[in-house]
C-alpha cells in the first residue's frame, strides 16, 4: 500500500510563504505523476497543482497560478509544493497523490489511499 506523509504546514500571514514536502512509499514513485490537492472547511477536496513523472508537464489550478510552485525530487521520491504570497482562501488541508495516470491525478479520484495531510492556516 502506498504511504503518504505530507509536512511543512502551519500558521502564515496573508502575503507569507511555505514549503510544502510530501514522502511517498510503496509505490514506484518515479514513474508516476503527482498532485497536490487541499480540502477547505465545508467544501470539497480540489486539485491545486500536478506534476508529471520527469517533471517537465505542471498543471496549476488558475487560483494558485503565478503563487505556487509544485516540484519534485525523484531521488528522494518526494513532491514539494512551493506557496507564496499565500491568502486567507488558501486556508485548508493540504494532501499529495500519485498515480500512474495523469488524467487520475488531474480529476483528483479513484486513489486508493490517502495520507493525513499537513494544515495551511493563512491570517488577514
Known amino acids: 500500500q502506498v504511504h503518504f506523509a505530507e509536512s511543512g504546514g502551519g500558521l502564515v500571514q496573508a502575503g507569507g510563504s511555505l514549503r510544502l514536502s510530501c514522502a511517498v512509499s510503496?509505490?514506484?514513485?518515479?514513474?508516476?505523476?503527482a498532485g497536490w490537492y487541499r480540502q477547505a472547511p465545508g467544501k470539497q477536496r480540489e486539485l491545486v497543482a500536478a506534476?508529471?513523472?520527469?517533471?517537465?508537464?505542471?498543471n496549476y489550478a488558475d487560483s494558485v497560478k503565478g503563487r505556487f510552485t509544485i516540484s519534485r525530487d525523484n531521488a528522494k521520491n518526494t513532491v514539494y509544493l512551493q506557496m507564496t504570497s499565500l491568502e486567507p482562501e488558501d486556508t485548508a488541508v493540504y494532501y499529495c497523490n500519485t498515480d500512474s495516470s495523469w488524467f487520475r491525478v488531474i480529476a483528483g479520484r479513484g486513489f486508493g489511499s490517502w495520507g493525513q495531510g499537513t494544515q495551511v492556516t493563512v491570517s488577514s
Open positions: 506534476i508529471g513523472r520527469t517533471g517537465t508537464a505542471s
Open positions: 510503496g509505490s514506484t514513485f518515479s514513474i508516476n505523476a
